[in-house]
């Protein structure tokens, strides 16, 4: 059990949250060794200037605020920033946009990220069953989720044969095997990200509720977490 893992729940439980910040929910799963896109805090325009040229263009930048879970409702999201121009004047307009979204949000800056190359998405996540405890959830994403609901699960804890079961037996399983000039993936990763996020899970009971990592970009050598979401027990 990972003492890193404990201080980023108890920081979140010493704000009163029943979330994580999506830095706090990334430095998470890196604790499990699962790859996730890196991250910088910027807390005026300067700084996000100055981390913006650090990581190069083009760029990712997202609201950072406990008030503020669903960013891009509040005009908290910039996608596709190309230079150090833009970088200022999207943080501006992030700030400005959120404080009108929500006025008593405590604003700790803006999120930045390299923008990666997008690739077929999967979905991993975890949600609780009412009887038998966590689910371990998988699934494509995009219209594969949203409209076909095209996903599997397995109550937790799984074996590695459960893990590939559930791959299997997803209907768009060809999409991660080269169809259409689509990623060729090496199902045995996501196998491995299945089993961790099971561990997680049954690890830390008491404290996660729901995980939520989607987007994860499938490519044909590797797997890169784009955005992870999760959401605490209310132990009161």
Same mark, same amino acid.
């Given at each position: 059990? /990972?003492? !890193?893992?404990?201080?980023?729940?108890?920081? #979140?439980?010493?704000?009163?949250?029943?979330?994580?910040?999506?830095?706090?929910? !990334?430095?998470? *799963? $890196?604790?499990?060794?699962?790859?996730?896109?890196?991250?910088?805090?910027?807390?005026?325009?300067?700084?996000?200037?100055?981390?913006?040229?650090?990581?190069?263009?083009?760029?990712?930048?997202?609201?950072?605020? =406990?008030?503020?879970?669903?960013?891009?409702?509040?005009?908290?999201?910039?996608?596709?920033?190309?230079?150090?121009?833009?970088?200022?004047?999207?943080?501006?307009? @992030? *700030? #400005? /946009?959120? !404080?009108?979204?929500? /006025?008593?949000?405590?604003?700790? %800056?803006?999120?930045?990220? $390299?923008?990666?190359?997008?690739?077929?998405?999967?979905?991993?996540?975890?949600?609780?069953? =009412?009887?038998? %405890? =966590?689910?371990?959830?998988?699934?494509?994403? %995009?219209?594969?989720?949203?409209?076909?609901?095209?996903?599997?699960?397995?109550?937790?804890? @799984?074996?590695?044969?459960?893990?590939?079961?559930?791959?299997?037996? *997803? $209907?768009?399983? =060809?999409?991660?095997? %080269?169809?259409?000039?689509?990623?060729?993936?090496?199902?045995?990763?996501?196998?491995?990200?299945?089993?961790?996020? /099971?561990?997680?899970?049954?690890?830390?009971?008491?404290?996660?509720?729901?995980?939520?990592?989607?987007?994860?970009?499938?490519?044909?050598?590797?797997?890169?977490?784009?955005?992870?979401?999760?959401?605490?027990?209310?132990? $009161?």
């Amino acid at each position: 059990m /990972s003492n !890193k893992i404990q201080e980023i729940i108890a920081t #979140a439980r010493k704000e009163d949250r029943l979330f994580l910040l999506e830095p706090e929910s !990334k430095a998470l *799963i $890196k604790e499990l060794g699962i790859v996730t896109t890196d991250f910088h805090v910027a807390a005026n325009a300067a700084e996000a200037k100055e981390v913006a040229k650090k990581i190069g263009f083009p760029i990712v930048m997202k609201i950072l605020s =406990p008030q503020i879970i669903h960013k891009t409702d509040a005009g908290g999201v910039k996608l596709n920033i190309q230079s150090e121009e833009e970088t200022v004047e999207a943080f501006k307009e @992030i *700030i #400005a /946009s959120a !404080k009108q979204y929500k /006025s008593n949000a405590e604003i700790r %800056g803006v999120l930045i990220e $390299k923008m990666v190359k997008s690739s077929t998405e999967i979905i991993v996540g975890v949600t609780r069953d =009412p009887t038998f %405890g =966590p689910a371990i959830m998988f699934g494509l994403g %995009g219209i594969f989720v949203e409209l076909l609901k095209d996903v599997s699960f397995r109550i937790a804890p @799984i074996t590695e044969k459960d893990a590939k079961q559930m791959i299997q037996e *997803i $209907k768009a399983l =060809p999409m991660l095997q %080269g169809f259409r000039g689509g990623p060729n993936v090496e199902l045995n990763q996501i196998v491995n990200i299945l089993l961790k996020i /099971s561990k997680l899970s049954v690890d830390f009971i008491d404290d996660i509720l729901e995980i939520d990592l989607n987007p994860i970009f499938a490519y044909d050598d590797h797997l890169l977490t784009v955005d992870a979401r999760i959401i605490l027990t209310d132990k $009161k």
